[in-house]
């Protein structure tokens, strides 16, 4: 039985959380994804992304990662901003990383959107989801109508632009479903035209191997030396093919105070990064994304990009 009512209660539930949007689907088998996703690995596209390469049928059926699977609920929430490192000839840190590690934030929110379901719609089983299990966040983000897939292979939301967190339920409810909205890229190359290392190889296909976002952050080996000065000061994450979407000239600015950053970081030069120890990571990172990359890690970028 599909429930009508609950949707709405859904969607009104999670903007009170703080969420820009939420969308809803079935949770059909992902079958227009399938050939994409084994190309992609059989390319090596994914580089050394080796847990891109497992649970490839549990990534695309949604009963097969969770048992009972009805719907999936996806969320979307903001973190555009317009501030900025001061030093513009210091290393740069993608604007996603700026605050707290968007995994707990998103993951809280949504255990409370759950228990909301739980509490107050019906008594139901569900997880949740943050870029933490084989779930293609983007491909059901497209499904329950929050977006499309851009040229650069990130989710764009007609009204929040591309710098959005995606996080899904998955839950045993039947629920109704919104429909898709169209691709609205057009004849747009600005994203494939940006990349500074050529990393989009044709339109929504990554080649992870040329990505700064992920040579910077998943990539544990020596860096490329013919990408060198093709880095821009990146040492974690690249917003450049977003930068330049059109879609993000009006995106709104979020006020979500966890995804704030510190007055320390933005105020860091150029030599207190090259001076910085793993002390003063440790406390200027504190609960941020960038620990993914840990101490060692973050140096090493640091060092590439400052080398002459």
Same mark, same amino acid.
């Given at each position: 039985?599909?429930?009508?009512?609950?949707?709405?209660?859904?969607?009104?539930?999670?903007?009170?959380?703080?969420?820009?949007?939420?969308?809803?689907?079935?949770?059909?088998?992902?079958?227009?994804?399938?050939?994409?996703?084994?190309?992609?690995?059989?390319?090596?596209?994914?580089?050394?992304?080796?847990?891109?390469?497992?649970?490839?049928?549990?990534?695309?059926?949604?009963?097969?990662?969770?048992?009972?699977?009805?719907?999936?609920?996806?969320?979307?929430?903001?973190?555009?901003?317009?501030?900025?490192?001061?030093?513009?000839?210091?290393?740069?840190?993608?604007?996603?990383?700026?605050?707290?590690?968007?995994?707990?934030?998103?993951?809280?929110?949504?255990?409370?959107?759950?228990?909301?379901?739980?509490?107050?719609?019906?008594?139901?089983?569900?997880?949740?989801?943050?870029?933490?299990?084989?779930?293609?966040?983007?491909?059901?983000?497209?499904?329950?109508?929050?977006?499309?897939?851009?040229?650069?292979?990130?989710?764009?939301?007609?009204?929040?632009?591309?710098?959005?967190?995606?996080?899904?339920?998955?839950?045993?409810?039947?629920?109704?479903?919104?429909?898709?909205?169209?691709?609205?890229?057009?004849?747009?190359?600005?994203?494939?035209?940006?990349?500074?290392?050529?990393?989009?190889?044709?339109?929504?296909?990554?080649?992870?191997?040329?990505?700064? @976002?992920?040579?910077?952050? %998943?990539? =544990?080996?020596?860096?490329?030396?013919? $990408?060198? *000065? #093709?880095?821009? !000061? /990146?040492? &974690?994450?690249?917003?450049?093919?977003?930068?330049?979407?059109?879609?993000?000239?009006?995106?709104?600015?979020?006020?979500?105070?966890?995804?704030?950053? @510190?007055?320390?970081?933005? %105020?860091? =030069?150029?030599?207190?990064?090259?001076? $910085?120890? *793993? #002390?003063?990571? !440790? /406390?200027? &990172?504190?609960?941020?994304?960038?620990?993914?990359?840990?101490?060692?890690?973050?140096?090493?970028?640091?060092?590439?990009?400052?080398?002459?």
């Amino acid at each position: 039985m599909v429930h009508g009512k609950y949707s709405g209660l859904i969607k009104a539930e999670a903007r009170r959380l703080g969420f820009d949007n939420c969308g809803i689907s079935g949770a059909e088998y992902l079958s227009g994804h399938a050939s994409h996703l084994k190309i992609w690995l059989e390319k090596g596209l994914h580089g050394e992304m080796d847990y891109m390469a497992g649970h490839f049928e549990e990534r695309l059926d949604p009963e097969k990662l969770v048992r009972n699977t009805r719907s999936v609920i996806t969320v979307i929430a903001g973190y555009n901003t317009n501030l900025k490192q001061e030093d513009s000839s210091a290393p740069v840190i993608s604007r996603y990383a700026f605050g707290r590690d968007y995994h707990k934030v998103i993951r809280k929110k949504l255990k409370q959107l759950l228990d909301y379901i739980q509490r107050e719609i019906q008594q139901a089983s569900g997880r949740v989801f943050v870029d933490s299990a084989p779930v293609l966040e983007r491909a059901w983000a497209v499904k329950a109508g929050l977006g499309w897939i851009g040229k650069n292979s990130n989710l764009i939301s007609p009204e929040s632009g591309s710098f959005v967190f995606i996080g899904t339920v998955f839950i045993d409810l039947e629920l109704e479903a919104d429909s898709p909205v169209r691709d609205m890229c057009g004849s747009c190359t600005k994203c494939i035209d940006a990349c500074p290392t050529q990393a989009i190889i044709r339109p929504k296909v990554i080649n992870s191997n040329r990505c700064i @976002s992920y040579l910077t952050i %998943e990539y =544990k080996g020596q860096l490329p030396e013919n $990408l060198r *000065e #093709k880095f821009h !000061n /990146r040492i &974690f994450g690249c917003d450049i093919c977003q930068e330049v979407c059109p879609w993000n000239r009006k995106a709104p600015l979020h006020r979500t105070e966890d995804f704030m950053p @510190s007055k320390e970081l933005l %105020e860091m =030069k150029r030599s207190d990064w090259i001076t $910085l120890d *793993e #002390k003063k990571f !440790n /406390r200027l &990172f504190e609960g941020s994304a960038v620990k993914r990359a840990g101490f060692e890690g973050l140096k090493r970028n640091i060092r590439f990009v400052l080398s002459s």
